[in-house]
């Protein structure tokens, strides 16, 4: 594997479950320790410390906060693939806490399977606490929602997830990564661990005995996953894709022919393809014990089925706890290439963006998040050591993310490289996703299963 693939991960945005790019810089056969980084033993350390409040604990939030772990103890960050680059001379006390509105990391990307798959469901959801990786005396987690910021002051309000009470977090930088706001079946809504394997174990079981079969209503990259995730796990049962346009993932700027590929798969693995229709009523009858859907389509055609899951998912920003000069029209927050805020607000050098929260050129995806989150905490960090020492910065800044995707489309893959153009196969599904829609890839990259070093 050529440091070009793995330098190439940092410039690439993936698609939900597109990892591809992903694997190809750490193959599930490489050991994380493998590429371990050196540190620096003849350091010096700050006189002063500094709070570092995190809003979001998925992809973007915790590239960001185990990059500044690295950081601030004089270490190379486990996302910088360069084996020339150098270690900081300086140590930083670090003082890291992680707001996020989950009990857990759950992984965004698999979530058509863990809707659909019992083992997977328990495997795509781990609590923070039950993270070797983020055990740390410098890193510390909330389970709530900030509902607001106060950039002049440096503080933070937030509502905690189970008493409800206000509280207030000051800080001296601010990364807020918390997302988009997706709606079922896009992703759960459960906010706790057991809470999700509840709702993924009815959500299974209502699928599993629908009369009629289930329709899939949307053919964006969600959509196609889930109608085909929903015919591997269950062969029986009838599954049915419909999506108003004539061609799948019409939103997405690729190619026809990624598109084209993706319906030949689909229909190939027995989905039933409707294009070009929308779904204009949709009627829930009882049927006895049971309740079925009729839906009728822009073409006069009507349908019965047990089951309708809304793949038409209308992403909103979780933004609304900052004001309105941090954002643009549409609620994403503006940022410098450098990812710190560029909106009219006090103290911008002291507040930084991560992830699909972002105003920025290209698919957003979790590949992208990632490379966001640790460019931010290493501008960070250059920040904090102008700040102590009177070094001048050197700004890391971020690049429009190409045009690249892959699915995991039943028992194979599509992916779209401007390189490579469109490829797909079984083999790819296993170099691409692994066996468990990448989990395994992002969880290493990630290095959440290694305890963090002293």
Not at 80 to 94: F, G, S, V, W
Not at 168 to 180: K, N
Not at 310 to 325: D, F, G, I, M
Request: charged share 20%; proline share 6%; with cysteine.
């Amino acid at each position: 594997m050529t440091l070009y693939y793995c330098v190439l991960l940092e410039l690439l945005a993936l698609a939900p479950s597109q990892i591809f790019l992903l694997s190809s810089c750490f193959p599930l056969s490489l050991s994380p320790k493998a590429l371990t980084m050196p540190s620096n033993d003849f350091v010096r350390t700050v006189s002063r410390s500094y709070r570092v409040l995190v809003i979001g604990g998925s992809y973007s939030g915790l590239a960001a906060a185990l990059s500044l772990i690295d950081l601030s103890n004089a270490r190379v960050p486990r996302f910088t693939y360069n084996p020339e680059a150098k270690p900081p001379t300086h140590r930083i006390p670090i003082q890291i806490t992680v707001v996020d509105k989950r009990d857990g990391y759950f992984h965004l990307i698999g979530s058509p399977k863990a809707l659909a798959c019992k083992k997977f469901a328990a495997e795509a959801w781990t609590r923070f606490q039950d993270i070797p990786g983020l055990k740390s005396p410098d890193l510390s987690f909330i389970q709530g929602s900030v509902s607001s910021v106060d950039f002049q002051n440096k503080v933070a309000h937030i509502v905690d997830s189970e008493t409800k009470a206000n509280r207030t977090e000051s800080y001296d930088y601010l990364i807020a990564g918390s997302g988009l706001r997706r709606s079922f079946p896009t992703v759960p809504q459960s906010l706790k661990r057991d809470e999700f394997l509840k709702e993924a174990e009815e959500h299974m079981t209502s699928v599993e005995k629908a009369r009629d079969g289930v329709v899939v209503v949307g053919g964006g990259a969600v959509g196609v996953e889930m109608a085909a995730e929903l015919k591997i796990l269950n062969p029986s049962q009838k599954v049915t894709l419909i999506h108003s346009r004539n061609r799948l993932l019409s939103s997405e700027p690729l190619p026809d022919d990624f598109a084209e590929r993706s319906l030949s798969i689909l229909i190939e693995t027995g989905v039933e393809v409707i294009l070009g229709q929308r779904v204009i009523e949709t009627t829930a009858v009882e049927d006895g014990d049971a309740r079925v859907w009729n839906l009728t389509l822009s073409d006069g055609r009507k349908l019965t089925t047990g089951q309708v899951l809304n793949a038409v998912s209308q992403s909103v920003p979780t933004s609304t706890y900052l004001s309105k000069e941090a954002l643009n029209d549409e609620g994403y927050i503006k940022v410098h290439p450098s990812l710190q805020f560029s909106g009219p607000i006090p103290n911008p050098q002291n507040h930084w963006a991560v992830g699909d929260l972002v105003e920025w050129e290209g698919i957003k995806r979790c590949g992208g998040a990632m490379h966001m989150g640790h460019y931010a905490a290493m501008n960070i960090h250059e920040h904090m050591l102008e700040e102590s020492t009177g070094q001048k910065p050197s700004y890391q800044t971020l690049s429009p993310f190409p045009a690249v995707m892959g699915l995991a489309i039943g028992k194979k893959a599509v992916s779209y490289t401007p390189d490579e153009g469109t490829r797909e196969g079984e083999d790819l599904q296993k170099s691409l996703f692994g066996k468990d829609m990448g989990h395994t890839i992002c969880w290493n990259y990630m290095r959440l299963g290694e305890a963090i070093k002293a």
